[in-house]
């Protein structure tokens, strides 16, 4: 697990879409912009089309080829290094996009007792849907998800041209879910210092 300080929280912002004409990242970009105006978290994009992913995994045991870790080294030390997570994701039939499970498939312990935020667009559910599968997921990978959610019901109608929502209602959930995520991030930091975590 990578070493703990006392500067701002390093905040993963994971976007889970990998489809031609994506809308995730104007939403990535948004709640970038929000962790970029405080002063307690800094923000890593990671970006699954300009970091691909291997699909297929190697044999249950087996060491990746180089050809596989080369892919991965992109991404895995990001993640270890991530004091707390954001993952922006749509909701595609009911649920999240493959390439994010695969993202999540290829990691564990650069979860284990770490926070993580959701902001999710959609149609009418607002990906929510997506959201609450991919709670059950992560708890599997010992992460700990927030309880506050950003969610973009009908973003198509929400987003400006200039990529930001007019509604002042969508900062302050912002806002709220990342105090959320600050609060749990130093919490967890703090007790990964004194005892590392355990599976």
């Known amino acids: 697990m990578a070493d703990v300080t006392d500067g701002p929280l390093r905040t993963a912002v994971i976007i889970g879409s990998t489809r031609d004409g994506r809308f995730g990242p104007v939403v990535a970009d948004w709640i970038t912009e929000h962790i970029a105006q405080r002063e307690d978290m800094t923000a890593d994009l990671v970006d699954l089309v300009r970091t691909p992913l291997p699909t297929v995994f190697p044999a249950y045991g087996q060491t990746p080829s ?5 892919q991965l080294g992109a991404v895995s030390p990001r993640l270890a290094e991530a004091d707390a997570f954001v993952i922006v994701t ?14 999540i498939d290829w990691h564990n312990e650069q979860w284990h007792a770490k926070p993580v935020g959701f902001v999710s667009y959609g149609g009418l559910a607002g990906g929510l849907r997506a959201v609450e599968q991919l709670r059950v997921v992560l708890a599997e990978l010992h992460a700990v998800t927030i309880r506050n959610t950003v969610s973009f019901h009908n973003y198509g109608e929400i987003f400006g041209a200039d990529g930001k929502p007019a509604d002042p209602a969508c900062d302050a959930a912002a806002k709220a879910m990342l ?14 210092r004194v005892r590392p975590y355990a599976v």
């Not at 180089?66 to 080369?70: F, G, K, L, P, W």
């Not at 009911?94 to 993202?103: D, E, G, Q, R, V």
């Open 179 to 192: 105090d959320q995520l600050t609060w749990w991030a130093h919490a967890l930091r703090d007790a990964r």
């Open 66 to 70: 180089d050809e596989v870790a080369a």
């Open 90 to 103: 749509p909701e595609y039939n009911h649920s999240f996009p493959a390439p994010l499970k695969n993202a």
